[in-house]
């Protein structure tokens, strides 16, 4: 059974700019979270989607915002880059929405991007 | 808000040898779960254990075992026969059982020596 993967891997852009990355969930699994890593505040939940609808929001301005489609996959959008924005993006999926045990998340490799 | 606190940025192991990396939470709910990722160079987040907060039994995976103090709030993780293959960012997590939301603590950086 493939992972979970993400494009691009990589990814430089330019502040102002705007960002579509793409997150392809485990064959079945129906749930995607995304985090943001980044050196000075660690891992930070964005959000989390189920069937298509977000669940979950972290404390990240309008202008992250994601979206899941009927077959699972997810995008998430950056508009109006930032310096700050330099970061890893790491998603995960899983079988359903109950947390837990049961319903271990699998990560990504994720999609570094850089804003210069 | 929950957090999740890890008090050792970096920690140093002795192949063969045993490390214990340390873990507190804060949190007013009763159910939840806790797990251990790991974060090779590669990137790749990795889950190596996880616990029902309910579970009184600490949790195993071979070489991994941890000590969780619900009254204390710590969840710790020994690692055993350490191996070179073990060094890696190591992050503490945090979820609510309301959905995946995982809440990270800051890492810790562990380093085996041959």
């Known amino acids: 059974k493939a992972g979970v993967t993400q494009t691009p891997r990589y990814l430089i852009k330019t502040r102002g700019q705007q960002v579509t990355l793409s997150c392809s969930p485990i064959?079945?699994?129906?749930?995607v979270s995304w985090y943001q890593q980044t050196p000075g505040q660690g891992l930070q939940f964005l959000f989390e989607?189920?069937?298509?609808?977000?669940?979950n929001k972290g404390n990240f301005p309008g202008r992250f915002s994601g979206r899941q489609f009927s077959n699972s996959r997810s995008e998430m959008n950056v508009s109006t880059l930032e310096l700050g924005d330099s970061a890893l993006y790491l998603c995960?999926?899983?079988?359903?929405?109950?947390?837990?045990?049961?319903?271990?998340?699998?990560f990504g490799p994720g999609t570094r991007l850089t804003v210069l | 808000a929950q957090t999740v606190t890890q008090s050792q940025p970096e920690m140093s192991v002795q192949e063969a040898e045993t490390v214990t990396l340390s873990c507190t939470y804060d949190?007013?709910?009763?159910?939840?779960?806790l797990f251990w990722y790991k974060q090779p160079p590669s990137r790749q987040m990795i889950l190596v254990i996880r616990?029902?907060?309910?579970?009184?039994q600490n949790a195993t995976e071979n070489r991994f075992s941890v000590n969780f103090q619900k009254a204390a709030k710590s969840f710790s993780l020994k690692i055993s026969d350490s191996q070179l293959g073990d060094a890696a960012m190591y992050f503490c997590?945090?979820?609510?059982?309301?959905?995946?939301?995982?809440?990270f603590g800051g890492g810790t950086r562990l380093m085996v020596k041959p």
């Open positions: 995960a999926s899983s079988l359903g929405l109950a947390g837990g045990l049961d319903n271990e998340q699998f």
């Open positions: 064959s079945g699994h129906r749930s």
């Open positions: 989607y189920f069937s298509e609808t977000q669940r």
């Open positions: 949190t007013s709910e009763s159910d939840y779960y």
């Open positions: 616990q029902e907060a309910y579970k009184q």
């Open positions: 997590a945090y979820n609510r059982n309301a959905g995946n939301m995982l809440t």
